[in-house]
């Protein structure tokens, strides 16, 4: 089992890594703004809950590219790979777009969130452009799916770093105001998060047109690179599924952000410290999911049915282990790591509760992950969503609000109410990879 692991890993590896600095992008931004004002700290939290929903809904529609990218590789099956990767690519961009585009119009609803005034006002230019920046997000994440899925993960991982000290250095510019540009503050936050996104999604392009890896799936482009209704449909039966699990997940996460607003910009700034934590465990869980998916499809395209189920419990089994070891860093540092974040005691101190509640999630968060990435990878993605959609909407939330404001527990209350949702979730979906490939 660790063998399997360990070829699972060499995969999840730059993944994880990648994904972490593309965190790091939204721990900067909260740092830099979070030193200026706790409320343009709460106006960003409130722009990214708001923004979760659709923006993991575009990233789930990219999300078919790499499982059928794999089979097809599994097949040693070059054009089916090609044409999959030019559909999935510009059914991405279309979305993204009708994303976007959806989202600028509806701006309006900052505020109608019951939000702080001031936070929403903080709230609205920011939110424009980190709209419009979702359009390269997501054409970075379509192409990085195929990259990924021949296993070609480090260039992305590169481009994923260096994006790192480009969003830093522009931040200071924009937030700050230097080199003539005027002080932007949380505005030039997302002036910068635009700009460093279109420029890796170029460069992205750039390498996977020119570098020999993927020469032979550039070189089949005149007959593979065609509109494919048949492709197209196959992408969204797996891509809307897997849209809807993340949105579901991140919509939970949104919906109690705004409710923890109901409480106050301090409670709303500590959640945003405490989510950005998690959500930084949990890129390395993505990872994982991905990676595992990728060696499950590619095993599911070449019918070995006895590799992929060792893959995915050996996947299981790491997620438990890596779950483990963030739910005690956490405990052990909760009063350390929100002064990264904050100068007001206040909010560090809500902040440092609620890492208790953040930390005893992460076992659950992160196999949770890796069970809808497993099922992804045998094109099982209609019953994990419906059980996705009962674990968050018809217990995490419900349970969240009873506990917060009729228990008045206020935003432990939230958060125990994310416990239970990712535990439920966890749970029903490995059950369900295990009997789906058990061996007769």
Not at 299 to 310: E, S
Not at 333 to 359: E, H, K, R, W
């Amino acid at each position: 089992m660790w063998k399997e692991f360990n070829n699972t890993l060499k995969i999840a590896g730059p993944i994880i890594i990648g994904n972490l600095s593309q965190v790091g992008l939204g721990l900067i931004d909260s740092a830099m703004i979070g030193a200026i004002d706790y409320r343009q700290l709460a106006a960003s939290s409130l722009v990214i809950n708001v923004l979760a929903i659709p923006q993991v809904f575009g990233i789930g529609i990219t999300m078919a590219i790499s499982p059928l990218v794999a089979m097809a590789n599994g097949r040693k099956d070059i054009h089916t790979a090609s044409r999959v990767v030019y559909n999935g690519v510009l059914l991405s961009t279309i979305a993204a777009c009708i994303i976007a585009i959806g989202m600028v119009l509806g701006q309006r609803m900052l505020f109608h969130l019951g939000q702080d005034a001031e936070v929403a006002f903080f709230a609205r230019d920011y939110y424009v452009v980190m709209a419009w920046s979702l359009i390269p997000m997501m054409i970075y994440i379509a192409v990085k799916q195929f990259a990924d899925a021949l296993e070609f993960t480090r260039t992305a991982m590169i481009l994923s770093i260096l994006s790192l000290p480009l969003n830093a250095f522009l931040n200071w510019i924009f937030i700050y105001g230097q080199f003539g540009v005027p002080r932007l503050e949380l505005y030039g936050a997302g002036i910068a998060t635009l700009i460093t996104r279109i420029l890796i999604a170029v460069l992205l392009i750039i390498i996977i047109l020119k570098h020999r890896t993927f020469r032979p799936y550039i070189q089949v482009r005149h007959q593979a690179w065609k509109l494919n209704k048949k492709l197209w449909k196959e992408l969204l039966n797996l891509g809307v599924p897997s849209s809807l699990q993340y949105g579901m997940e991140a919509g939970a996460f949104s919906v109690s952000g705004i409710m923890i607003g109901w409480l106050g910009a301090t409670a709303q700034a500590a959640h945003q410290i405490a989510l950005n934590l998690a959500s930084t465990t949990f890129m390395a869980a993505l990872g994982l999911s991905l990676a595992g998916s990728i060696r499950v499809a590619n095993a599911f395209g070449r019918y070995d049915k006895i590799g992929l189920r060792n893959i995915g419990k050996s996947t299981i089994a790491g997620g438990l282990g890596y779950g483990t070891i963030c739910a005690l860093l956490f405990i052990l540092l909760q009063n350390v790591l929100p002064g990264f974040f904050t100068n007001d005691n206040n909010v560090a101190m809500v902040a440092s509760s609620l890492l208790i509640y953040a930390a005893l999630f992460q076992i659950s968060d992160a196999t949770q992950a890796i069970g809808v990435g497993l099922l992804r990878g045998i094109k099982d993605v209609t019953m994990p969503t419906i059980y996705v959609a009962i674990a968050y909407w018809i217990i995490g939330i419900p349970v969240g609000y009873l506990l917060a404001f009729h228990l008045k527990l206020e935003a432990a209350g939230i958060w125990l109410g994310f416990v239970c949702g990712l535990t439920i979730s966890s749970v029903l979906l490995n059950a369900r990879f295990l009997h789906k490939t058990k061996l007769q």
